[in-house]
């Protein structure tokens, strides 16, 4: 079995752990409970706000899901997630999905960033970068210099106020 090796002390562990147990004869599992790292993008999140996996039992993945209209709509969808879900395995492991009510705990998702106020140049902050650029004669440059030094003092000013 191939992959990406994963980075750090963890993907080391985590490597090592996979080796083990692919020399123990569980390879076959191991590739079946890939299943978990590949569910939120093969339905997408909304799906997988509502629907997550549960266990795999003689080829058959349990699914629980939260909403009974989920549970209609992942019936219509069986086939389909079914199919991308081998594909990502890379062979036919999985014969069906069990759809079962019950409470799901979704995705986590990343943080989302917090936006940061922009504030214009004071004054003051103008006549320091005209005093570092007295020196450079071509007006042009002098002009592009004094735009990316503002900038980035702009930038540095919003990192210490986000919201």
């Not at 549970?71 to 079962?100: H, S």
């Not at 989302?112 to 003051?124: A, G, H, Y």
């Not at 570092?132 to 592009?144: A, C, F, G, K, S």
Request: hydrophobic letters at 35%; proline letters at 7%; charged letters at 30%.
């Amino acid at each position: 079995m191939t992959h990406k090796s994963r980075g750090g002390k963890e993907g080391q562990v985590g490597d090592l752990v996979e080796q083990l147990l692919i020399s123990k004869g569980f390879s076959t599992q191991l590739k079946k409970y890939r299943t978990w790292t590949c569910w939120n993008d093969v339905v997408g999140p909304q799906i997988a706000r509502f629907a997550q996996p549960l266990r795999i039992r003689d080829r058959i993945l349990e699914v629980r899901v939260s909403q009974p209209v989920w549970m209609q709509q992942l019936q219509l969808l069986k086939p389909k997630i079914l199919k991308q879900l081998n594909e990502r395995l890379g062979e036919e492991l999985l014969d069906d999905i069990f759809l079962k009510r019950g409470p799901v705990t979704p995705p986590e998702e990343a943080p989302t960033p917090r936006p940061k106020i922009v504030t214009p140049l004071t004054d003051e902050d103008q006549t320091r970068v005209d005093a570092m650029l007295t020196e450079i004669d071509d007006p042009v440059l002098r002009r592009n210099l004094s735009d990316l030094i503002g900038l980035d003092l702009q930038c540095k000013k919003a990192d210490n106020n986000t919201i």
